[in-house]
């Protein structure tokens, strides 16, 4: 049975003391749940005070984001074994905000998910259609081909440890939301195309989260769906007692 996976990507928000705050915060107020993981996914400053005051805890690290070389004359970037010597359990790669504020391609998430793979971390694989993909009846295609293009040449094994985080990108910060119904038929999708790349042991393995204006109000409608395995909370994790609500779906 798959475990139940709730991300918090906090974004470009909170200094490491106000970070460090909040994860003290969440630690006590959360017990440990037998059967769902939870993760933060700081800014990369508060990533190290992160891994410390969490270390014991049932809260992992998420990384925002990551490069696709293991090192190398990237200034300003982050590789993925940093991330593991730092403690990260997980890896974004391809969230709709680098997809559409930095211009990053299909091809550069598969870069940044081997990578991640290759140092032992679970990618967080995102895709998701804008609204005028979805209004012209293209969420499918457009999810299709990101998903066979962040997963090019990867092994059955590498995608059965990676996970998939559908956000279309209309519902994220605006305040609209997928209904559970819309996310369940996307997900639905997904699985089934994650069949044909990785088998029925890796699609039913394979955890496929939710992402885009996940609020306490409408977290339980979406994890009650079948192929609905988790969310990914963008604003609602920036506070304490709203993302514990979440957590307790």
């Known amino acids: 049975m798959r475990r139940a996976l709730i991300i918090g990507n906090w974004k470009m928000n ?18 440990g749940a037998a059967d769902r993981d939870v993760a933060i996914a700081p800014p990369f400053t508060a990533l190290h005070a992160l891994s410390s005051v969490l270390r014991g ?16 004359a990237f200034t300003g970037e982050v590789s993925a074994p940093m991330l593991l010597d730092v403690g990260c359990r997980y890896g974004l790669a391809g969230h709709s905000e680098r997809r559409r504020l930095f211009g990053e391609s299909n091809e550069n998430v598969n870069r940044k998910a081997k990578a991640l793979l290759r140092a032992g971390l679970t990618p967080v694989l995102c895709v998701g259609e804008s609204l005028e993909e979805r209004e012209a009846d293209q969420t499918y295609s457009v ?7 962040g997963l090019n040449n990867l092994s059955a094994d590498d995608i ?7 956000e279309p990108v209309w519902a994220i910060g605006t305040g609209r ?18 069949e044909r ?6 699609a039913d393995a394979i955890r496929i989260l939710y992402g885009g204006s996940v609020i306490p109000a409408n977290a339980g ?14 604003a609602a994790s920036l506070d304490v007692d709203s993302f514990r609500k979440i957590i307790e779906y």
């Open 160 to 166: 059965r440890r990676s996970i998939v985080a559908y």
């Open 143 to 149: 999810v299709r081909r990101q998903l066979k293009e």
């Open 221 to 234: 409608a979406l994890m009650a769906q079948k192929d609905v395995d988790g969310v990914l909370v963008g």
């Open 14 to 31: 909170k200094t490491v003391g106000e970070a460090v705050e909040f994860a003290r915060a969440l630690a006590v107020s959360l017990p």
């Open 197 to 202: 790349m990785a088998g029925k042991d890796g």
């Open 57 to 72: 805890t049932a809260i992992s690290l998420c990384a925002q984001d990551v490069h696709g070389e293991e090192r190398g």
């Open 177 to 194: 939301t997928a209904s559970p119904e819309q996310a369940a038929e996307v997900h639905h999708f997904i699985r089934q195309f994650v």
